[in-house]
């Protein structure tokens, strides 16, 4: 493992198995009574959060707090970031404060790699989601997710995802989410292609690793899951689509699509989902779709990452077996 994790595009094969593997560890920890574990004890973690996220935040929060590590949450909303301060100094007075790891998100893309490479910090960067350029974390708990439901809970320790057809659909223009799985997946293995309006699919997608298609009604029959990404408007400033309506019968998931999907197959979203739009309510609510379960997912693989950036060369979970009278 690397000393910071910025990119999905910067793991290995190797990297990427290791902190699926990593995760499976700390998922056993969430079936304990005591749901922690020392390993970071006496590390600080800050949350460094400019831009506004519900699951990201608790997610990296609880997965800090499980490994028994002192948090900090800062938020650009009532801070002097507010007033005007500078990525610069905030990261100067976290390092006068004797960080070790800061999780970053922010709005402009190469914020988290300006952090780790300008000398400003001596601290563990983890991108927690920057612009619209990557969001590695993301994409891990994804393909925890996949493997977990493809290939099997303890089968697939150790593997990847070769040969598994996965399909990612909508605002790809605009989504880390998007970015972020087509690295991870392809150095796993995995077959991607994207599906989106032509509007919507950025410039230079030829040089990704991935196929282009604009009829979700063709791909679907052969995808081993589907990810649907929310539509970010937020981020748009043009007229990406005629309306929501054509949008969702273009390119929206609902039961008549999903019945032709495979039996094995699984549907997948990043959150938030726009109900309605991307995803109807009968496929968000089907035992097929896995978006609760990412959620879950997400607080494993973070605690597997920061496990791996900070927790050094001890075995993530101890096993003892109980001896003399403790035996039942």
């Known amino acids: 493992m690397q000393r910071h994790l910025i990119s ?90 004797g960080v070790d790891a800061v999780v970053i998100r922010h709005g402009a893309s190469g914020a988290p790699y300006r952090l780790a490479n300008s000398g400003w910090i001596d601290a563990a960067v983890i991108n927690a989601g920057d612009g619209t350029h990557q969001h590695p974390t993301q994409a891990l708990l994804d393909a925890f997710t996949m493997r977990r439901r493809l290939v099997g809970r303890d089968a697939g320790l150790g593997q990847d995802l070769a040969g598994k057809r996965i399909t990612l659909v909508g605002d790809v223009l605009h989504s880390r989410v998007a970015r972020s799985n087509v690295d991870l997946l392809h150095t796993l293995g995995a077959e991607v ?22 009829d979700l ?12 990404l929310r539509v970010q408007r937020e981020r748009m400033n043009a007229a990406f689509f005629p309306t929501e309506r054509e949008y969702s019968r273009r390119y929206g998931l609902d039961g008549d699509r999903m019945a032709r999907m495979p039996e094995h197959a699984i549907v997948m979203h990043p959150g938030p989902m726009v109900r309605g739009m991307e995803i109807t ?30 927790g050094g060369n001890e ?8 001896t003399g009278s403790e035996e039942k």
Request: hydrophobic share 45%; net charge negative.
């Open 8 to 97: 999905a595009a910067d793991l290995t094969r190797d990297d990427a198995v290791l902190i699926l593997d990593t995760a499976e560890e700390m998922a056993r920890v969430a079936d304990r009574p005591i749901k922690k574990l020392p390993t970071l004890r006496g590390r600080t973690v800050v949350n460094l959060f400019f831009e506004d996220s519900t699951r990201t935040r608790i997610s990296f929060e609880a997965a800090e707090k499980r490994l028994s590590a002192d948090v900090i949450n800062f938020t650009a909303k009532g801070s002097s970031v507010s007033k005007g301060e500078s990525l610069k100094d905030t990261a100067q007075t976290l390092e006068a404060m």
């Open 281 to 310: 309510a009968e496929v968000a609510d089907s035992d097929r779709c896995t978006v609760v379960e990412q959620v879950a997912n997400g607080v494993s693989i973070r605690m597997a990452v920061l496990y791996l950036l900070l």
């Open 217 to 228: 009604d063709a791909v679907l029959p052969k995808s081993d899951a589907v990810m649907m």
């Open 193 to 214: 292609t994207l599906v989106a309006p032509p509007t919507l699919v950025p410039v230079g997608v030829e040089r990704w690793p991935c196929e282009v298609s604009y």
């Open 315 to 322: 075995p993530a979970v101890t096993h003892t077996r109980p």
